[in-house]
């Protein structure tokens, strides 16, 4: 596949692009990364220290792409991390040259707005853009726990919450809806979710939970799952789940980055066992 991968980048770590792009080449899969910020690294070092693309500086690159032709053998879209709504008009703008050059094109958008214990950690009008104007125009989705509930705005604290909010979501566009970092009540203690639903069924994956909390996980998931879903849902998730768990078990406790080098067989090849259970 010809991937074209807008988001944020950083010259040491993984996050955005940087933690994107080397996992789908590991895969076979061509990349056009096209970076909206180019940092010194994530936030988790301390403040963030390098140049925010404009929004015109990113439509000059991607009016160089269009008019080679790369935008017409583009299969997927994947975008990410948004700084302002102005930047959101490019992702939007992107995704429409390349649908009217490659209609079988598809989008898939990681909502990065927040999570528990952090709240929301976007610009104001962020949260509200991804609901109102990227919901109803993507095809994949994949936001965690928290984000869910925001976008689906109702409780998700059990997995039939989860289930429905998912559900609403997908009446409002996205066919495929992947939540990642599912806490639900029937979960084991010690335990997190992955649950995917498609037109094709509903399926989740539980793995342990491991004390790792560092960037570029999200950004990482949302590649993967991209890269395996032509195989279909429920293998897209169990391969995604499967490596990015071998990605955090390689991670040390307290790590400001993930183990990417360290566990980059565990991309190429996903680890076996992992079950998925179907919901339906």
């Excluded at 995704?95 to 079988?104: D, G, T, Y």
């Excluded at 707005?113 to 853009?129: A, H, N």
């Excluded at 928290?146 to 989860?162: H, I, K, M, N, S």
Aim: aromatic content about 4%; proline content about 7%.
């Amino acid at each position: 596949m010809r991937i074209l991968s807008i988001q944020s980048r950083v010259a040491f770590g993984y996050a955005g692009n940087s933690a994107a792009v080397f996992p789908l080449q590991r895969l076979g899969h061509e990349v056009v990364a096209v970076d909206t910020v180019h940092f010194a690294h994530h936030t988790g070092h301390g403040p963030a220290r390098g140049p925010l693309h404009t929004p015109a500086e990113v439509t000059e690159v991607l009016d160089g792409l269009e008019a080679v032709g790369v935008l017409g053998g583009v299969d997927a879209v994947l975008t990410g991390y948004v700084g302002d709504p102005a930047s959101g008009a490019v992702v939007l703008d992107a995704v429409a040259r390349v649908r009217a050059a490659s209609p079988h094109a598809t989008w898939t958008c990681d909502p990065v707005m927040g999570d528990y214990g952090r709240g929301m950690f976007v610009r104001t009008g962020i949260p509200e853009w991804f609901r109102d104007e990227v919901v109803p125009h993507t095809d994949v989705l994949t936001p965690n726990h928290y984000e869910l509930g925001f976008l689906a705005g109702r409780p998700v604290d059990t997995l039939a919450q989860v289930r429905d909010a998912v559900d609403v979501l997908r009446e409002r566009g996205p066919r495929t809806v992947l939540v990642t970092s599912v806490l639900h009540d029937a979960l084991p203690a010690g335990t997190v979710a992955t649950l995917v639903v498609a037109d094709e069924g509903a399926w989740v994956v539980s793995t342990p939970l491991l004390d790792v909390t560092t960037a570029g996980t999200g950004d990482l998931t949302a590649a993967l799952f991209t890269a395996h879903l032509p195989a279909g849902p429920e293998a897209a998730l169990v391969r995604t789940v499967a490596s990015v768990h071998a990605v955090l078990a390689a991670t040390q406790p307290g790590a400001k980055e993930i183990a990417l080098l360290a566990a980059q067989d565990a991309i190429a090849s996903p680890p076996d066992g992992l079950l998925a259970e179907r919901l339906r």
